[in-house]
């Protein structure tokens, strides 16, 4: 892989000088959706597919861009001198609000790069492409300016600013500090975190894409953070809390009514019970019960379909599908959700019959065909030597 993209990096920008290959994986997160803006837990894990990127630094303050991913797009140029989001730049705007953060955070970049990016992340599957292209960038900055003091939380403190702060930081979090076979359980209030092994001895974990178009996601995403801040601010008249994640069921029961909106109450409740419903599931695993995780994964999707309500059609359609299958541990919808994929646990020998199944069954119902991925745990954003 990495040999192959050295070539066209060269064939595009010539092979001169010290050039450099980086990766970072994209994520997918088992439990805990919707609560890291919420000051909740989350569980997810880096994948072993991601985004490469060769780069190598410049003598001048320029950029040079070019995505094998977008090869029509063919080089896109910027310059330091005109950090700002720019829509003709494209996707490089996530590279180049990296460098932005950098320079606001206190780290200069006096030069600029040329960067030839190749991601084998599926294109707009919701397994977080963009962060993984800010985080990669991360971490080619760090070694290209020799920022040893930056960590790789900073790296996806950096790249969560360089949106920002448009998201929670799960995304960036999963993909820096990933490690191989092992999930991160995350504490958004003060991101402690601690890994916790995923021993899948007979079972894999199955990413099936619903390739809905990316429609009205990212207003409703504002709009549920919205409802969420308003309900705390609400409880906020009584209760001496920063976040919802501090809410025990219990306690959110016996003062849900200090919320005057029914469905601002649901989205509250949602927040509570998934944070919760997290801290359950990596009490399961660690007890080795899996059965018990798969059936958290299940609640976590009703709850997101009935509470939150950010399922829709497509999602619901492969989870319901999934659920009446043969050797299914657990599915539910995974990340922000309206479109995007789905996560399941399926016994190894029963995986070509689910995705059968459940592919033919969307099909029919949807009227265009969903993919699937079979995915592995890898490491978090590096160098590649
Ligand atoms: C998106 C955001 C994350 C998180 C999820 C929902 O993926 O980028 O920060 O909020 O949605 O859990």
Not at 7 to 22: H, L, V
Not at 86 to 98: F, H, I, M
Not at 195 to 202: E, F, S, T
Not at 364 to 375: H, L, N, P, Q, R
């Amino acid at each position: 892989m990495k040999e192959q993209l050295l070539k066209e990096f060269k064939e595009k920008f010539g092979s001169e000088g010290d050039i450099r290959s980086y990766f970072a994986p994209g994520r997918v997160n088992l439990i805990g959706e919707h609560t890291d803006y919420n000051g909740g837990h989350v569980f997810p894990c880096a994948l072993t597919i991601g985004t490469y990127a060769i780069v190598r630094k410049r003598e001048d303050r320029n950029f040079r861009f070019y995505s094998t991913n977008f090869e029509s797009l063919g080089v896109i140029e910027a310059s330091l001198d005109n950090l700002k989001y720019d829509k003709a730049l494209d996707w490089t705007n996530y590279p180049l609000g990296v460098v932005w953060a950098f320079i606001e955070k206190g780290y200069p970049v006096d030069y600029g790069f040329d960067m030839l990016l190749f991601g084998n992340i599926p294109n707009g599957s919701g397994l977080s492409s963009s962060a993984s292209v800010e985080v990669v960038t991360g971490v080619a900055l760090r070694d290209l300016f020799g920022y040893d003091d930056i960590s790789m939380i900073d790296i996806a403190l950096f790249g969560q600013y360089s949106e920002n702060n448009f998201s929670g930081i799960m995304d960036q979090f999963a993909i820096a500090m990933g490690k191989k076979d092992q999930a991160i359980f995350l504490d958004t209030s003060d991101l402690s975190y601690t890994y916790a092994p995923i021993k899948l001895a007979n079972e894999k974990i199955v990413i099936a894409c619903s390739n809905k178009k990316r429609g009205l996601g990212d207003s409703k995403y504002n709009e549920r953070r919205a409802e969420c801040e308003e309900a705390l601010a609400e409880l906020q008249t009584k209760l001496d809390i920063k976040a919802l994640g501090e809410l025990s069921e219990e306690e959110f029961e016996s003062n849900k009514d200090l919320i005057k909106s029914e469905v601002r109450q649901r989205r509250a409740k949602h927040a509570v019970y998934e944070n919760q419903r997290t801290l359950k599931a990596v009490d399961a695993l660690k007890a080795g019960n899996l059965e018990e995780f798969g059936k958290l994964m299940n609640a976590s999707h009703v709850s997101l379909r009935d509470d939150y309500e950010v399922t829709g059609i497509e999602l619901d359609t492969l989870v319901e599908n999934a659920w009446e299958q043969e050797g299914v541990i657990g599915s539910r919808m995974t990340g922000a959700g309206f479109g995007g994929c789905t996560v399941s646990i399926v016994k190894t020998d029963c995986v070509d019959k689910f995705i059968e199944n459940v592919g033919k069954a969307y099909l029919e119902k949807i009227g265009y065909a969903a993919d699937f991925y079979v995915v592995e745990i890898g490491d978090g954003g590096r160098v590649l030597e």
